[in-house]
């Protein structure tokens, strides 16, 4: 799926993370700066905070229990924080634009 990640300065970095792979392991392969995931996507580091677009919040669905306690400890949680090692690609996903927080950059 194309994803285009967006940092917090405003530079968009569009993409191509294959399908089964997270979003935040799709940053990292590809060079993109703001996602460090040093917990390599456990949930337990929130390295991989990131807004979901409005628009596609529906496909990429909530967090469960465990990554919502750890975006509570992240700076700047908002209703569309994700962490973007528990998204996988798909191609629902094709298009999804996401940002990251001012503390990531
Ligand atoms: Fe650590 Fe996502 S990589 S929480």
Redesign the pocket.
């Known amino acids: 799926a194309r994803i285009t990640y967006v940092e917090f300065n405003g530079t968009a970095h569009s993409v191509e993370v294959a399908n089964g792979v997270s979003l935040?392991e799709g940053a990292i392969s590809n060079g993109v700066p703001g996602i460090d995931?040093?917990?390599?996507?456990?949930?337990?580091?929130?390295?991989?905070h990131v807004y979901v677009d409005g628009a596609w919040t529906g496909k990429t669905g909530t967090p469960n229990e465990m990554e919502d306690a750890?975006l509570d400890l992240a700076d700047g949680k908002r209703d569309n924080s994700r962490?973007?090692?528990?998204i996988l690609a798909s191609d629902d996903l094709d298009g999804l634009v996401i940002e990251m927080p001012e503390t990531q950059h």
């Open positions: 935040m995931g040093d917990c390599g996507g456990n949930a337990a580091c929130a390295t991989c750890m962490l973007a090692c528990q």
